[in-house]
């Protein structure tokens, strides 16, 4: 019989993934099952299959292998039993730890901040995106560069390649430093263009509102209910990086901009929010913050702390903010009440169903309208693009008189002064020239 020929098998083995982390009680961080809890949907996020879980009680990893020596010994057993071929550290490798973990396992392993890199720069979409991660994870790389690593440049030997010697890790750390230099220029022209976007807005007169939250809390879907959107929605963490603005009319009749920003969690890397700090200086010109919260997560309060660390590094900890807490259709009645705070800057929603969007509204609206001034004036009959700019800038009510439309309300400082310049002043300077030209 004729033998078939025999093809290569390209795909991708399974990775089974082992998690470990530190169970410290005295640091003020999450319980070690929680957030070991988190690592595996994070690891499932990125496509792993999570097969098992360790954790030790030390106050600080050990320099040299993360767990303690006895600790450390004890993977190899559970790699036999288990067949992982991929170790997930819940906190930050360094370069030596991470080389001593390797050699222990005979298998790959991540840290938190390169597992939530990978995740980046699967789901980022645009070229901002693209550009963050690949700077975020150009800052985690460098400093853990070592001669094994496959070499950055394409440097062979030879005629010309002959130097004063400079070592293939000195070129390699050189060449990444230069290709930082780069994307942060190219970050920079970003910045520049959302500096411009933004100023357009403001001279529009138009308020902007930024989404904020956990990750996974449900922010994309709160802006799809709000602005009758599409944008994609997925029950993972990260399933969207990219900013996205929307419009949105108030009940008063305003008209704001509603930008969904990126999910925040816990050890957040500090290298990504840097990187991330293009995208979310949005929520430093922002005139108000929604903080969406998952009120079914048993741990939400937490959830909150870690966001605060994250706005707080932005410099955006004491913007004015509405807490929205959503999902609550999966909350049964009687548990809303007596689960979650009240206040005056509370609202309860459900961004799925609908529930809670127009108290929603109604209190965006009150607060923005607690950061405009007062106005009560005539605007002239030939002025009706005025009158049209601040019904959709501000929350007024109008009444046609003999003279003009009368506006009474609230309204940005800057259209409030040409809404009072635009009275009985300019009319009688107006009644003046008309009476010349004749």
């Not at 010109?285 to 966001?307: H, M, T, W």
Request: include cysteine; proline fraction near 5%.
């Amino acid at each position: 019989m004729p033998s078939h020929p025999s093809f290569t098998d390209l795909t991708a083995p399974e990775e089974r993934a082992f998690l470990i982390g530190l169970d410290d009680p005295g640091d003020g961080r999450w319980p070690i099952e929680r957030s070991l809890a988190e690592l595996a949907a994070l690891a499932e996020t990125a496509g792993a299959v999570v097969v098992g879980s360790a954790s030790q009680r030390r106050r600080t990893p050990d320099p040299a292998s993360y767990f303690g020596k006895g600790r450390a010994a004890d993977l190899v057993d559970e790699r036999a039993a288990t067949g992982f071929n991929l170790l997930i550290v819940d906190d930050e490798l360094s370069a030596n730890q991470q080389r001593a973990l390797e050699k222990l396992l005979d298998c790959k392993v991540l840290d938190r901040s390169a597992l939530i890199i990978d995740i980046f720069a699967r789901h980022a979409s645009t070229r901002e995106g693209r550009l963050q991660v690949e700077l975020a994870a150009l800052e985690y790389h460098l400093p853990r560069l070592t001669r094994l690593w496959t070499h950055l440049s394409r440097t062979g030997g030879g005629i010309g390649t002959r130097g004063p010697g400079e070592s293939q890790l000195e070129t390699d750390r050189r060449l990444i430093r230069d290709k930082i230099k780069k994307v942060r220029a190219e970050l920079e022209d970003v910045k520049r263009q959302r500096a411009t976007a933004a100023r357009q807005r403001e001279r529009s007169e138009v308020a902007t509102v930024a989404l904020v939250g956990y990750t996974n809390a449900g922010k994309s879907t709160l802006l799809n209910r709000l602005a009758s959107a599409d944008l994609f929605v997925a029950d993972m963490l990260f399933a969207t990086l990219d900013p996205t603005s929307r419009r949105v009319t108030l009940p008063s009749g305003q008209r704001i901009v509603v930008t969904d920003t990126v999910g925040f969690i816990n050890k957040l890397p500090h290298d990504l929010v840097e990187a991330f700090r293009a995208t979310l200086e949005e929520v430093l010109r922002a005139d108000l913050l929604i903080e969406v919260v998952d009120a079914s997560d048993p741990d939400f309060v937490g959830q909150q702390e870690a966001v605060q660390v994250v706005l707080d590094e932005l410099g955006a900890g004491d913007k004015p903010r509405i807490v929205a807490f959503n999902k609550i259709d999966l909350l049964a009645p009687g548990l809303r009440a007596a689960s979650m705070p009240a206040g005056d800057r509370a609202v309860f929603v459900s961004a799925t169903s609908g529930e809670g969007i127009e108290p929603l509204l109604t209190r965006v609206a009150g607060l923005l309208r607690d950061q405009m001034v007062p106005v009560d004036a005539v605007v002239p009959w030939s002025r009706g693009e005025l009158v049209a700019r601040a019904k959709v800038a501000g929350d007024v009510a109008e009444r046609f008189t003999d003279d003009g439309v009368r506006l009474s309300g609230h309204l940005p400082d800057a259209i409030a002064a040409e809404v009072q310049r635009a009275g009985p002043d300019e009319r009688r300077g107006a009644t003046a020239r008309r009476r010349a030209r004749r």
